[in-house]
């Protein structure tokens, strides 16, 4: 069975800070890999993926995350934070082959302190 | 416009009683997902449709029933013998096929039982 897990369940950070919140998952065959975010009030809603190529994947408001496959790793990354990153975040992933379900990490939320 | 509603936003029930959560979505999307959301433990998933007519058990079905009639719809039940119902559930939905794609998410119901 699959599983994530993500390192830090609060992280909290002044404005222009970098940013890296871990991801690590468990699974041996190939997988596709999300990072999911959720603002207050908001839906869930998708910041990248990574499904093959480039292992260094950009996504929305300036996030990327890199796949590190012999780590079984998919850490976000951004390199200045603003207050409007206050959200939770969510690694996710998916066995590749077919329209499963994801399996999420626990989150991770973050506080950006202006 | 284009997403995927889920009503009520609110939904309160008494102990014993069951509950109909809705899910509607208007992507034309061919999967669609039910996931639960509890603080500090990210989301799990109940059920899943790959396509009208059929849907598989996720990782927590147990106290839930699902249907899929129609492609936009695909209502959750939270039965009397679920024991911990109180939970924000989310439906999700993607294009679905052979291959994983991005699921998108609605903004999901918060129930309480009483």
């Known amino acids: 069975a699959q599983s994530v897990s993500q390192h830090n369940h609060h992280v909290i950070l002044s404005e222009a800070a970098s940013l890296e919140l871990g991801c690590n998952y468990s699974?041996?065959?190939?997988?596709?890999l999300f990072w999911y975010v959720q603002y207050p009030g908001q839906h869930l809603q998708l910041l990248l993926k990574y499904f093959s190529g480039d292992p260094l994947v950009k996504g929305i408001k300036g996030f990327e995350a890199e796949f590190i496959k012999s780590k079984f790793s998919f850490n976000l990354r951004k390199p200045s934070v603003q207050w409007s990153d206050t959200a939770e975040y969510f690694c996710?992933?998916?066995?590749?082959?077919?329209?499963?379900?994801?399996?999420f990490g626990k989150g991770t939320h973050l506080i950006i302190q202006p | 416009d284009g997403g995927i509603t889920q009503s009520p936003k609110y939904l309160f029930r008494k102990e014993g009683q069951n509950v109909t959560l809705s899910c509607e979505q208007n992507l034309n999307h061919d999967a669609m997902y039910w996931y639960r959301q509890d603080p500090g433990q990210g989301l799990r998933l109940i059920y899943y449709s790959q396509i009208v007519n059929d849907f598989q058990k996720g990782d927590i079905a147990e106290g839930y029933s699902v249907s899929r009639e129609k492609k936009e719809s695909f209502p959750l039940t939270v039965t009397s013998a679920q024991k911990n119902p109180t939970a924000f559930y989310l439906c999700a939905s993607s294009i679905g096929g052979v291959f994983a794609n991005e699921q998108f998410f609605g903004p999901g119901t918060r129930l309480t039982v009483l």
């Open positions: 699974y041996g065959g190939t997988v596709n």
């Open positions: 996710a992933v998916n066995a590749r082959g077919g329209a499963d379900g994801l399996t």
